[in-house]
C-alpha cells in the first residue's frame, strides 16, 4: 500500500512559480505528477523511476517543470515555473508499485495509487 498526500497548490500569476510536494508513505518503483482541468482528460505531467533516476515530461511542460525526489524525506516534488494560464488544473500525485517501460511513464491506468490533489490557478 502506498499513501501520497499533495500540497503547495495555490494561485500565482502568469510567469510565476510554484513547487509541490507529495508526501509518501510506502515504496513505490514509479511516481508521477498527472493534472486535470476542468472538462478534460487527466493527463501526465512528469514522471520519475525511483530505481534508476529516469525522468519524462509532457511536451508542454518540458523546459519549466522539474520533478525531483528527497528519497531521505519520502516526498516527491513538482518545481513549475513560468506558469500559464492553461496550467490552471488540479494536480495529482500518482504512485506505481510494479516497474513501467518509459512510454508508460505518463499513462495514467498505470497508476494504482493517487493522492487527494491539490488546485493550482494561473491567472493572467
Known amino acids: 500500500q502506498v499513501q501520497l498526500v499533495e500540497s503547495g497548490g495555490g494561485s500565482v500569476q502568469s510567469g510565476g512559480s510554484l513547487r509541490l510536494s507529495c508526501a509518501v508513505s510506502?515504496?513505490?518503483?514509479?511516481m508521477a505528477w498527472f493534472r486535470q482541468a476542468p472538462e478534460k482528460e487527466r493527463e501526465g505531467v512528469a514522471a520519475i523511476d525511483m530505481s534508476d533516476g529516469d525522468i519524462t515530461y509532457a511536451d508542454s511542460v518540458k523546459g519549466r517543470f522539474t520533478i525531483s525526489q528527497d528519497s531521505g524525506k519520502n516526498t516527491l516534488y513538482l518545481q513549475m515555473d513560468n506558469l500559464k494560464p492553461e496550467d490552471t488544473a488540479v494536480y495529482y500525485c500518482?504512485?506505481?508499485?510494479?516497474?513501467?517501460?518509459?512510454?508508460?511513464?505518463?499513462?495514467?491506468?498505470?497508476?494504482?495509487?493517487w493522492g487527494q490533489g491539490t488546485q493550482v490557478t494561473i491567472s493572467s
Open positions: 510506502g515504496s513505490a518503483y514509479c
Open positions: 500518482a504512485a506505481a508499485t510494479a516497474r513501467l517501460y518509459p512510454g508508460e511513464y505518463l499513462r495514467r491506468y498505470e497508476y494504482p495509487y
